[in-house]
T-cell receptor, first 114, second 114 residues
Framework: AQSVTQLDSQVPVFEEAPVELRCNYSSSVSVYLFWYVQYPNQGLQLLLK??????LVKGINGFEAEFNKSQTSFHLRKPSVHISDTAEYFC????????????FGKGTMLLVSP | DAGITQSPRHKVTETGTPVTLRCHQT?????MYWYRQDPGHGLRLIHYSYGVKDTDKGEVSDGYSVSRSKTEDFLLTLESATSSQTSVYFCAISGDRDSYNEQFFGPGTRLTVL
């Protein structure tokens, strides 16, 4: 079974600073990777996904992530954060194309302060 | 936004009582999922469905049952609620193979078992 590790439970950062949220997954022949964001008292919203092709994936709200197969990582980055980016971020993995269940990490709380 | 509603949105109940949570979708998606979210655990899959009357267990299925008699409705039942089932419950849906496992989430149900 797949597993996902989000190395930081909380990441505090100042507004306009860059940020990286780390995600590692257990190795598999092929994986499909996702980052979701959860704003307070809301459901989860897809930020971006890696299925195949270019290892650099761009998502909504200026976020991007890089798939690194040798390091089994899929870290999320943003060059300049806003107060409104304060939310919890979840990394998820699937090891089957098409229909499959997702395995989620435990989440990283991004706290952006002025 | 994907058409997913959950009811009720909040519920307080007592230990030992039965509880049913409803997920309703208007997207005609084949796959539906129930997750629970607890601090420090991320999202954990309870049960999922891959069609009408086709369901399977997830990671934390003990104490829960599900039913899907129509494409649009997926019910989660706690036969005899316990305090350990206090949580936020999310329903998610996904389409067919072309959607590459992207799941769309409902707004959640906050359940408190006293």
């Amino acid at each position: 079974a797949q597993s996902v590790t989000q190395l930081d439970s909380q990441v505090p950062v100042f507004e306009e600073a860059p940020v990286e949220l780390r995600c590692n997954y257990s190795s598999s022949v092929s994986v499909y990777l996702f980052w979701y964001v959860q704003y307070p008292n809301q459901g989860l919203q897809l930020l971006l996904k890696y299925l195949s092709g270019s290892t650099l994936v761009k998502g909504i709200n200026g976020f991007e992530a890089e798939f690194n197969k040798s390091q089994t990582s899929f870290h999320l980055r943003k060059p300049s954060v806003h107060i409104s980016d304060t939310a919890e971020y979840f990394c998820a993995v699937s090891d089957q194309e098409g229909y499959s269940t997702l395995t989620f990490g435990k989440g990283t709380m991004l706290l952006v302060s002025p | 936004d994907a058409g997913i509603t959950q009811s009720p949105r909040h519920k307080v109940t007592e230990t030992g009582t039965p509880v049913t949570l409803r997920c309703h979708q208007t997207e005609n998606h084949r796959y539906m999922y129930w997750y629970r979210q607890d601090p420090g655990h991320g999202l954990r899959l309870i049960h999922y469905s891959y069609g009408v009357k086709d369901t399977d267990k997830g990671e934390v299925s003990d104490g829960y049952s599900v039913s899907r008699s129509k494409t649009e409705d997926f019910l989660l039942t706690l036969e005899s609620a316990t305090s350990s089932q206090t949580s936020v419950y999310f329903c998610a849906i996904s389409g067919d193979r072309d959607s590459y496992n992207e799941q769309f989430f409902g707004p959640g149900t906050r359940l408190t078992v006293l």
